[in-house]
Every structure is written in structure tokens, then in C-alpha cells.
């Protein structure tokens, strides 16, 4: 059995969109649950197994699992068809290349947003993670010609990839390869529902 613990409008939203794109959503249980905000509105949900209080937590037959691209990559392995209608196959150059792009959001990109918008700097992080001009120069080159990330379909690397750019200081406006890429990403069906779903659930708990 799979159990996602989700909040909407959350960090766990990207699991959803992932749910969507795989058309997995009558294989999950969805357990709605509150987290405490960054505005610090909610609270600390006591139905969520989490051991922080966060989201989001799949739970597969009584084991936890946490991590964004953790939770993606098992998803992935637990339903392999499902999976192979959006992203290369395993074993291939392609796949590892996405792995890498997911990797790299979650490693470098989201730190980079987090630290520009604490407006802090230092050499030491510089060295770690460069500088966010030349991460979007990096995501401006590989969108070049090409609509995602990993060509002409949508995959789990352009939902972490994108997920961070909503809350960017400046935008994206000088780099167009990014801002079309992040329009399309947000057009994606999958977003969409993933969207729509979010938007019934907050209001179901209001």
C-alpha cells in the first residue's frame, strides 16, 4: 500500500504533478494534512508520521519514505510502464542524464534561490554552489531549442527544476528559453490538475 502525506500548495504538490503525469492517482491513498508555513500560519499536523512535521512522506507498506526526489525515483521504480510514458528508460544515457537535473535542483538550484532571497553571500558557498547567474545560464543553455529539459516530453526534472522559480527574487525575464520553459511547465496538464486538486483540497479545510 502507498500513502503520500501531502499539505496542499506545498513542497509536496510536486509529488502530486508527478502522480498526474504517471496516471497513478487510484494506485495512492492522498492524506491531506496541515504543515506550518513560511508566512507562519498552520501548524504541525499530529496525523502526519513525518518525524519533522513535514511534507512530503510516502509511507510503502508501513516504510517511510522522505526526500522530494527520493519519493520520485521510488515511484518511479514501484511502476515502471507507468513511468516509461514520460521519462527514458533506466539504464540509458538519457535517464541518467535526467537523474542528474533532478539532482542538481535539489543540490544546487533550490540553495541558490533560498540564499538569494536571505540576500546572504559568502565565498565558502560560492565555492560550493557558484552563483545563481551562472545556474541560469546553465538551465538557459540546455532549454535552447528544445521545450524541456529532456527534449519534447515533460519529466520529474523539469517539475523540481521549475518548482523553485515562483519564488526567485528578479524573475526570469532576461533569460526567454526559461521563462517560455517555466510557462510550459505550468500549462502541463499534470500541473494543472495537480493544481486543481490542491485548490479543492485547501477549501475542503478551510
Known amino acids: 500500500m502507498l500513502t503520500l502525506y501531502h499539505a496542499p500548495f506545498s513542497r509536496s504538490t510536486r509529488i502530486v504533478q508527478l502522480i498526474e503525469l504517471m496516471g497513478i492517482s487510484d494506485r495512492i491513498d492522498l492524506r491531506i494534512v496541515q504543515i506550518r508555513r513560511g508566512d507562519g500560519s498552520g501548524a504541525r499536523d499530529a496525523a502526519n ?3 519533522e512535521g513535514k511534507v512530503p512522506l510516502l509511507v510503502h507498506d508501513g ?4 526526500e522530494t526526489s527520493a519519493i520520485m525515483e521510488h515511484l518511479m521504480a514501484v511502476f515502471p510502464e507507468e513511468a516509461a510514458r514520460t521519462v527514458p528508460r533506466p539504464g540509458t544515457p538519457e535517464h541518467g542524464a535526467m537523474l542528474a537535473w533532478m539532482a542538481w535542483s535539489g543540490a544546487v538550484l ?3 534561490v533560498l540564499l538569494k532571497i536571505a540576500g546572504f553571500q559568502h565565498p565558502l558557498l560560492r565555492d ?4 545563481m547567474d551562472g545556474a541560469l545560464a546553465l538551465l538557459e543553455e540546455a532549454l535552447t531549442g528544445r521545450p524541456f529539459l529532456m ?3 515533460l519529466t520529474p526534472a523539469d517539475i ?3 518548482s523553485s522559480f515562483p519564488f526567485l527574487p528578479g524573475g526570469t525575464a532576461e533569460h526567454s ?3 517560455d520553459w517555466l510557462a510550459r511547465c505550468q500549462a502541463a496538464p499534470s500541473a494543472r490538475a495537480a493544481e486543481e486538486l490542491d485548490a479543492e483540497k485547501a477549501k475542503a479545510a478551510a
Open 63 to 66: 516504510v517511510a519514505i522522505r
Open 49 to 51: 508520521p513525518h518525524p
Open 128 to 131: 560550493s554552489y557558484r552563483d
Open 110 to 112: 533550490e540553495p541558490l
Open 151 to 153: 527534449g519534447e516530453r
Open 177 to 179: 528559453a526559461i521563462t
Open 160 to 162: 523540481l527544476a521549475s
